[in-house]
């Protein structure tokens, strides 16, 4: 599986974070315990670079992306004001 920055890097605008993403297998059984013991992320607005990295992916992207299904889960994630900033400051490229 390939996640955060490498994504964003070959999917949009390259960057360096100072993160790593890790995965995991849990098995079924521990998936509430694990739920429970990590706080819900904040994602009604999101950090400025996770916009400018959204941006960037948008611009590349944009004519490969299912709108319908971004509104969904802007909607579902309470994030659609930064989906809105997002599609209103990418400059798609042209393919």
């Known amino acids: 599986m390939v996640s955060g920055s490498v994504v964003s890097s070959f999917q949009g605008a390259p960057r360096?974070?100072?993160?790593?993403?890790?995965?995991?297998?849990?098995?079924?059984?521990?998936?509430?315990r694990l739920i429970e013991a990590?706080?819900?992320?904040?994602?009604?607005?999101?950090?400025?670079k996770q916009v400018l990295d959204a941006i960037g992916v948008?611009?590349?992207?944009?004519?490969?992306?299912?709108?319908?299904?971004?509104?969904?889960?802007?909607?579902?994630?309470?994030?659609?004001?930064?989906?809105a900033r997002v599609r209103a400051e990418a400059k798609p490229i042209a393919p």
Request: zero cysteines; aromatic letters at 6%.
């Open 16 to 32: 360096l974070t100072h993160a790593v993403d890790i995965v995991i297998d849990v098995p079924a059984h521990s998936v509430a």
């Open 38 to 48: 990590l706080a819900a992320p904040d994602l009604s607005g999101g950090s400025e």
């Open 58 to 83: 948008y611009e590349v992207q944009a004519g490969a992306l299912d709108e319908r299904y971004g509104d969904d889960w802007g909607e579902r994630l309470g994030v659609q004001d930064s989906l």
